[in-house]
């Protein structure tokens, strides 16, 4: 492999970990404060591309203003979910949780089908945000650089809200314990719905980016990438938001180099995501942040 | 003045009757305890307060106002603070970040640093570890942390599940020291402890509840000296 190529490589590598980490948080928060694997997640990454592409194509608005109205509606989306699919079933077994999640998403990508159409659309790049950078032999889009930066000033954001701000603390504390919370007046479910409302909006950039990068939406789109930032929360340690951060590039940065360094394995590249689960969870099951602990029964 | 008055409380808790009419008064400024056997409705009656177990009859009130029913975050910002059994201090949060727990509800940020100050002349030991993850500290040091958590509300009515249990007794005595250091401050506290000797020692009013009814009540001293008390709680025949 030539340097160029492999640069290349290693800028598409870094920018696919980035989209990884973005979305793998908000599976890594809500899990960490609701103990549920939140698959509905994945589908929000299409609604705000679906948004965003709606919200240039037709309405014909500038592509700051789309993007800005896809973060909030997804945003809410995510909250109300919370509150119509999960918050009725706080003291149910977290099965039944599970099975909410899961209905939601299927509802989302079936009512994407009938009322967008199954067929993948070409999503409008915007031309103040994509072009190409050219430097020596190797030529990248804008996006590479722009990418990793969004991500990374995200990234900082939101651990210094966990880390420093009062709902920081709230969410940590709630995460550990629900009672004791509610004797220091916190309202649990004001709490979870921000940890969604994060989670949510994280997920509406990196669904808004991905369409970028990967130029096309579809009702379906977010499937895969939402199984594999899963995956990735999991490697990084569930409930750890630092773990997902790594999990996302370290996962987004093998893929890449997979294919990179044997392109004849290039058909196995989801398969790849799979096999790094399995291991994982038969290795280290805690992930590489995560705590190994029992379950408490 | 009654802070506290609860009348004919009745709760079920899993199936069981727990607590079969219960009615008992806490004064202001006062110490009150409550003690018993293990499953005799203590803890049930505390909860039942700050309605982490719903009532199932009866009324609670607090500084004459009627608070049965009302949600737990409501009961707290009234101004009742339990410091539950078996401490539940946040372990993955630092000590620091326990006590800001602790003052969630309030916004006046000069009071706040007036009264972590006082947790920290009361407990110089919280003040050594604040940043520290308080998981990491031993079972006395979160109990310290338990209480300076519940001071952090600045409460007007102090509610203490077993503050004692699991302790050694030399940290035993320690907390019975500190209760009595924030009760000369002008604090209410209704306490609840298997310890009923020292309980008994430093309360004002006792009540003996026996399988979700209170059977016997009188000033503590009074009730140290009470021959079925001995036999029942003290160990002395």
Same mark, same amino acid.
């Given at each position: ?54 919200? =240039?194509? &037709? ?5 700051? @203003? +789309? #993007? ?8 809410? *989306? !995510? ?15 977290? =099965?039944? &949780? ?5 209905? @939601? +998403? #299927? ?8 009322? *967008? !159409? ?36 995200? *990234? ?142 | ?237």
């Amino acid at each position: 492999m030539s340097l160029d190529v492999f640069l290349q490589n290693v800028a598409n590598s870094i920018t696919l970990g980035s989209l990884y980490a973005l979305i793998a948080i908000g599976y890594t928060m809500v899990y960490g404060i609701i103990r549920l694997i939140n698959f509905a997640h994945a589908d929000l990454l299409m609604v705000a591309a679906y948004i965003a592409f709606y919200g =240039i194509l &037709v309405f014909t608005l500038p592509w700051y @203003v +789309s #993007f800005a109205i896809a973060i909030v509606l997804t945003t809410l *989306l !995510g909250v109300s979910i919370e509150r119509v699919a999960y918050r009725p079933l706080r003291s149910a077994p977290r =099965i039944s &949780v599970l099975i909410s999640a899961i209905g @939601v +998403s #299927f509802l989302l990508e079936n009512l994407g089908i009938v009322a *967008l !159409g199954a067929r993948p659309k070409p999503f409008p790049r915007p031309e103040d945000l994509v072009w190409n950078i050219q430097i020596g032999n190797i030529s990248f889009l804008s996006l590479t650089i722009i990418i990793p930066v969004v991500t990374i000033i995200l *990234l900082i954001m939101v651990t210094y809200m966990v880390k420093k701000t009062k709902m920081g603390i709230a969410m940590r504390a709630v995460s550990r314990d629900f009672e004791t919370s509610s004797l220091m007046a916190v309202d649990v479910n004001k709490v979870i719905a921000a940890t969604f409302a994060v989670g949510s909006s994280l997920a509406a950039v990196g669904g808004i980016m991905w369409s970028m990068q990967y130029p096309q939406v579809d009702p379906l789109m977010g499937v895969f990438p939402g199984l594999k930032c899963f995956i990735a929360a999991v490697m990084g340690g569930i409930g750890s938001i630092p773990g997902a951060m790594i999990g996302g590039f370290v996962l987004g940065i093998c893929e890449v180099m997979l294919v990179g360094f044997m392109p004849e394995l290039s058909g196995y590249r989801d398969a790849f995501a799979f096999v790094v689960l399995i291991l994982i969870l038969l290795f280290r099951p805690g992930g590489i942040l995560g705590e190994n602990v029992v379950e408490k029964v | 003045m009654q802070m506290l008055r609860i009348e004919d409380l009745h709760v079920y808790y899993g199936g069981i009757h727990a607590l079969k009419g219960i009615s008992l008064e806490v004064p202001e400024n006062k110490i009150i305890t409550l003690i018993g056997a293990n499953g005799a409705g203590k803890s049930t009656t505390l909860r039942a307060i700050c309605n982490q177990v719903p009532a199932a009859s009866g009324k609670i009130y607090f500084e004459g106002e009627d608070i049965t029913g009302l949600p737990t975050v409501d009961i707290v910002k009234k101004g009742i603070t339990l410091v539950p059994e078996g401490r539940r201090i946040f372990s993955n949060l630092t000590v620091m970040e326990n006590l800001q727990m602790g003052a969630y509800a309030r916004k006046d940020k000069a009071g706040i640093n007036q009264d972590l100050q006082k947790v920290f002349d009361i407990f110089p030991r919280l003040k050594e570890r604040e940043w520290q993850v308080a998981g990491t500290l031993s079972g006395g040091e979160q109990q310290m942390l338990a209480i300076g958590r519940a001071l952090m509300s600045r409460p007007r009515l102090l509610m203490m599940d077993e503050p004692s249990l699991g302790l050694a007794p030399l940290l035993v005595k320690e907390v019975f020291r500190v209760i009595m250091d924030i009760h000369k401050d002008g604090m209410t506290i209704l306490l609840i402890e298997q310890n009923a000797t020292a309980a008994l020692h430093i309360a004002d009013y006792g009540y003996v509840l026996e399988t979700g009814t209170i059977t016997l009540q009188g000033p503590g001293r009074e009730l140290a000296e009470n021959e079925q008390v001995k036999k029942a709680y003290l160990g002395k025949a």
